[in-house]
């Protein structure tokens, strides 16, 4: 791209010589001038063309880091990866399963092998969570005892199965960077001013001044879970059975990742998501709080414009109270106003993962809505997810169960604290 830009800039350089200095009579070009401005036109559109395509790849590839975590950029590698069974992986650590798990312990020393550092029970490719995840089988208990009761079959369809409710995530999809793979922690340098420039007189010294320089930290941060299985669970490994268990490590993990790039507090382990980032924008309602208004999301997207950190990737982020409250707003012919018109025709997504319990003064249970360019947001991931087995932890162990532990570690933080601004004290 660079090189583009370089170009056509000399391109428009050439083009203006020529026009300054027309060598034909009464200012006009020559025909050799004429001939020579043609054809320099001619390459500066089909430059152009190129730019624009340059450019379009070049943001399909910036926002390409939102992608899933575990893509190794090694295409076989990243197929046989999507075949790993988690089922099989857990099974195969259990004694007396007799579980052929060689194919997974095999991926999991690859991926140990490339990240240049040994894993902690085996590794699994987060490849495994992307697959869809909404048909799932679960076991039933026979019918209750009683005259007959126990001719009644009971039919078990496990396509309809109900999942338990949970907070949609939204972050990866608007677009956040992703960096993995990681090992050491993660500084990345940036540029905090620039030097300055200033007019002098003919023959008079310019003033010196320096940059100034930055750097974002990112330092590891663990989050895992328990979970116990049984053992008919596992050893009915089939591929319903799991996909109920994928389903289960991916929401964990989605939505603990989900909430720390949006809430995390910073606080003891917890990352420092967007809402309590030191420098993200602020518009506030009132003392106490006080209801969403039209104005408010205008001064919103006002707060990252002024600060230059508008992009690509703009978006509100908020939960559904306030998508509920901005709903409502209306004209002074009492009409509403709709979604698009509130949010200014960006793109928007809701999730409850951001918090509507927030205080004020003497205002409770507030909301917040976060405006940004969500490409200005890094996702720092040091490990794919690592699961360990323990089949001798005593309360499992006594139930012929498997205790599963998994574990993931990251961090979370923007490339630019101006590229966000939020309100933090909506009444919804």
């Given at each position: 791209?660079?090189?583009?830009?370089?170009?056509?800039?000399?391109?428009?350089?050439?083009?203006?010589?020529?026009?300054?200095?027309?060598?034909?009579?009464?200012?006009?070009?020559?025909?050799?001038?004429?001939?020579?401005?043609?054809?320099?036109?001619?390459?500066?559109?089909?430059?152009?063309?190129?730019?624009?395509?340059?450019?379009?790849?070049?943001?399909?590839?910036?926002?390409?880091?939102?992608?899933?975590?575990?893509?190794?950029?090694?295409?076989?590698?990243?197929?046989?990866?999507?075949?790993?069974?988690?089922?099989?992986?857990?099974?195969?650590?259990?004694?007396?399963?007799?579980?052929?798990?060689?194919?997974?312990?095999?991926?999991?020393?690859?991926?140990?092998?490339?990240?240049?550092?040994?894993?902690?029970?085996?590794?699994?490719?987060?490849?495994?969570?992307?697959?869809?995840?909404?048909?799932?089988?679960?076991?039933?208990?026979?019918?209750?005892?009683?005259?007959?009761?126990?001719?009644?079959?009971?039919?078990?369809?496990?396509?309809?199965?109900?999942?338990?409710?949970?907070?949609?995530?939204?972050?990866?999809?608007?677009?956040?960077?992703?960096?993995?793979?990681?090992?050491?922690?993660?500084?990345?340098?940036?540029?905090?001013?620039?030097?300055?420039?200033?007019?002098?007189?003919?023959?008079?010294?310019?003033?010196?001044?320096?940059?100034?320089?930055?750097?974002?930290?990112?330092?590891?941060?663990?989050?895992?879970?328990?979970?116990?299985?049984?053992?008919?669970?596992?050893?009915?490994?089939?591929?319903?059975?799991?996909?109920?268990?994928?389903?289960?490590?991916?929401?964990?993990?989605?939505?603990?990742?989900?909430?720390?790039?949006?809430?995390?507090?910073?606080?003891?382990?917890?990352?420092?998501?967007?809402?309590?980032?030191?420098?993200?924008?602020?518009?506030?309602?009132?003392?106490?709080?006080?209801?969403?208004?039209?104005?408010?999301?205008?001064?919103?997207?006002?707060?990252?414009?002024?600060?230059?950190?508008?992009?690509?990737?703009?978006?509100?982020?908020?939960?559904?109270?306030?998508?509920?409250?901005?709903?409502?707003?209306?004209?002074?012919?009492?009409?509403?106003?709709?979604?698009?018109?509130?949010?200014?025709?960006?793109?928007?997504?809701?999730?409850?993962?951001?918090?509507?319990?927030?205080?004020?003064?003497?205002?409770?249970?507030?909301?917040?809505?976060?405006?940004?360019?969500?490409?200005?947001?890094?996702?720092?991931?040091?490990?794919?997810?690592?699961l360990t087995i323990n089949p001798f932890e005593s309360t499992a162990y006594s139930k012929g169960n498997v205790q599963v532990r998994g574990m993931m570690t990251c961090d979370v933080a923007p490339?630019?604290?101006?590229?966000?601004?939020?309100?933090?004290?909506?009444?919804?």
């Amino acid at each position: 791209m660079r090189e583009l830009l370089e170009r056509r800039a000399a391109l428009a350089a050439e083009m203006r010589g020529l026009l300054n200095a027309p060598a034909g009579d009464g200012g006009n070009l020559s025909a050799e001038q004429e001939a020579r401005f043609t054809a320099l036109k001619a390459e500066a559109d089909t430059l152009e063309q190129r730019v624009q395509r340059q450019a379009t790849v070049d943001e399909m590839e910036r926002r390409a880091a939102a992608q899933p975590i575990g893509g190794t950029g090694d295409r076989n590698l990243d197929r046989e990866l999507r075949g790993f069974s988690l089922v099989r992986a857990i099974a195969g650590q259990v004694p007396g399963l007799n579980v052929d798990a060689g194919r997974e312990r095999e991926l999991s020393q690859e991926l140990a092998r490339r990240a240049g550092r040994p894993f902690q029970g085996i590794a699994v490719p987060m490849a495994v969570f992307q697959e869809p995840m909404e048909r799932r089988v679960v076991t039933s208990a026979a019918p209750v005892g009683g005259p007959g009761g126990n001719l009644i079959a009971t039919d078990l369809d496990g396509s309809q199965y109900i999942d338990r409710l949970r907070n949609a995530t939204v972050v990866r999809r608007l677009g956040a960077r992703m960096i993995t793979g990681l090992v050491g922690n993660l500084d990345i340098p940036k540029l905090k001013a620039s030097a300055t420039v200033g007019w002098v007189a003919e023959n008079a010294p310019l003033t010196a001044s320096d940059p100034q320089y930055a750097k974002t930290a990112f330092r590891p941060k663990h989050a895992g879970a328990i979970v116990e299985l049984s053992r008919n669970l596992l050893m009915q490994a089939s591929p319903d059975v799991e996909q109920l268990v994928r389903a289960d490590f991916a929401a964990l993990l989605a939505e603990a990742l989900d909430a720390a790039a949006l809430k995390g507090t910073g606080a003891g382990n917890d990352p420092t998501g967007i809402l309590n980032a030191s420098g993200v924008g602020s518009v506030v309602m009132g003392t106490n709080g006080g209801a969403l208004t039209y104005d408010a999301v205008a001064d919103l997207m006002g707060q990252v414009e002024d600060a230059n950190g508008a992009g690509d990737a703009m978006a509100f982020v908020s939960n559904t109270k306030v998508k509920r409250a901005a709903a409502k707003l209306k004209t002074s012919q009492n009409e509403p106003l709709g979604l698009d018109v509130v949010f200014q025709n960006m793109p928007r997504a809701f999730t409850n993962s951001v918090p509507s319990n927030l205080t004020k003064g003497t205002g409770t249970n507030l909301s917040a809505l976060i405006f940004g360019n969500w490409s200005d947001l890094i996702l720092a991931v040091w490990s794919e997810f690592e699961l360990t087995i323990n089949p001798f932890e005593s309360t499992a162990y006594s139930k012929g169960n498997v205790q599963v532990r998994g574990m993931m570690t990251c961090d979370v933080a923007p490339r630019h604290a101006e590229s966000f601004a939020a309100i933090q004290d909506i009444v919804a």
